[in-house]
Antibody, heavy 119, light 106 residues
Framework: EVQLVESGGGLVKPGGSLRVSCVASGFTFSNAWMTWVRQVPGKGLEWVGRIKSETDGGAADYAAPVKGRFTISRDDSKTMVYLQMNSLKIEDTAVYYC??????????WGQGTLVTVSS | EVVLTQSPGTLSLSPGERATLSCRASQSVGTYLVWYQQKPGQTPRLLIYGASSRATGIPDRFSGSGSGTDFTLTISRLEPEDFAVYYCHQYGSSWAFGQGTKVEIK
């Protein structure tokens, strides 16, 4: 069974930094592209960025609103993916979800972790 | 960048009625499209993948159709638990989500 469990959310001041993590299980993590999606409470879903598998080059891509501030990385030995968020803004307040297709036809989602940016 | 546009924004219907939700892509995504249902405080629940295949455990009153740029989610007879927000999501060219359609009780 595929499982994705996020952690590390919390309250941070504008301009601050936070790293959220996602531990994966139930599939071959090293082959999977991992994606972060966020959702402002009461609003829609927004793609944040994704990281390819190392075998596919390991590159990360980002949505325009977070490019240059957020960094996605992975540790295949720990089956973990990370989202490092710097220069946080109030509008980054959201639930952050770890997601993947795990090389299948269907997407899998974690339960999400809430990041609140407020002074 | 692919943009997904869902319509209508809100659908007001009664239990037992048929719901038809639309998702239009700004360029072709083939059949790389999924539909989710989301209720307040919950993670999106996968309904349809590959544009028309029902996910495990999804009742057959839910059906998806379409390919390329035009997609439809149909709920044949609304049950009380179906009143929620529905999102389409394409993964054919990077990822993108529609803005959602709220199905509310009339």
């Amino acid at each position: 069974e595929v499982q994705l469990v996020e952690s590390g959310g919390g309250l941070v001041k504008p301009g601050g930094s936070l790293r959220v993590s996602c531990v994966a299980s139930g599939f071959t993590f090293s082959n999977a592209w991992m994606t972060w999606v966020r959702q402002v409470p009461g609003k829609g879903l927004e793609w944040v960025g994704r990281i390819k598998s190392e075998t596919d080059g390991g590159a990360a891509d980002y949505a325009a609103p977070v490019k240059g501030r957020f960094t996605i990385s992975r540790d295949d030995s720990k089956t973990m993916v990370y989202l490092q968020m710097n220069s946080l803004k109030i509008e980054d307040t959201a639930v952050y979800y770890c997601t993947t297709f795990a090389r299948t036809d269907t997407p899998y989602w974690g339960q999400g972790t809430l990041v609140t940016v407020s002074s | 960048e692919v943009v997904l546009t869902q319509s209508p924004g809100t659908l007001s219907l009664s239990p037992g009625e048929r719901a038809t939700l639309s998702c239009r892509a700004s360029q072709s995504v083939g059949t790389y499209l999924v539909w989710y249902q989301q209720k307040p405080g919950q993670t999106p629940r996968l309904l349809i993948y590959g544009a028309s295949s029902r996910a495990t455990g999804i009742p057959d009153r839910f059906s998806g159709s379409g390919s390329g740029t035009d997609f439809t989610l149909t709920i044949s007879r609304l049950e009380p638990e179906d009143f929620a927000v529905y999102y389409c999501h394409q993964y054919g060219s990077s990822w993108a989500f529609g803005q959602g359609t709220k199905v509310e009780i009339k």
